[in-house]
Nanobody, 116 residues
Framework: VQLVESGGGLVQAGGSLRLSCAASGSTFSIKYMGWYRQAPGKQRELVAAITSGGGTTNYADSVKGRFTISRDNAKNTMYLQMNSLKPEDTAVYYC??????????WGKGTLVTVSS
């Protein structure tokens, strides 16, 4: 499974961005996917996750009510709609996928910078 993120960039506080993660390869094996982020000097943290059918989602407390994760299985693409962005949301955002056999895949990341 290969994962490619896009949609990062520079935005002012209070603005919005939508990240995309395009999956290719053995996408049928994906059990669930998620978005992680890593800010400078901090550990990588889970932002949001979604099951293969899209029926179950979960979010970090810090983004609840502001971010929405979704996926379009027909397009093999996962999204992260980010609204009301804050400077503390600045980070490299990574796409993640877990397969039915326990394999874990990562994208290379996309940088989100929120200016105050």
């Amino acid at each position: 499974v290969q994962l490619v993120e896009s949609g990062g960039g520079l935005v002012q506080a209070g603005g919005s961005l939508r990240l995309s993660c395009a999956a290719s390869g053995s996408t049928f094996s994906i059990k669930y996917m998620g978005w992680y982020r890593q800010a400078p000097g901090k550990q990588r943290e889970l932002v949001a996750a979604i099951t293969s059918g899209g029926g179950t989602t979960n979010y970090a407390d810090s983004v609840k009510g502001r971010f929405t994760i979704s996926r379009d299985n027909a397009k093999n693409t996962m999204y992260l709609q980010m609204n009301s962005l804050k400077p503390e949301d600045t980070a490299v955002y990574y796409c993640n996928a877990h397969s039915l056999l326990g394999m874990v895949y990562w994208g290379k990341g996309t940088l989100v910078t929120v200016s105050s």
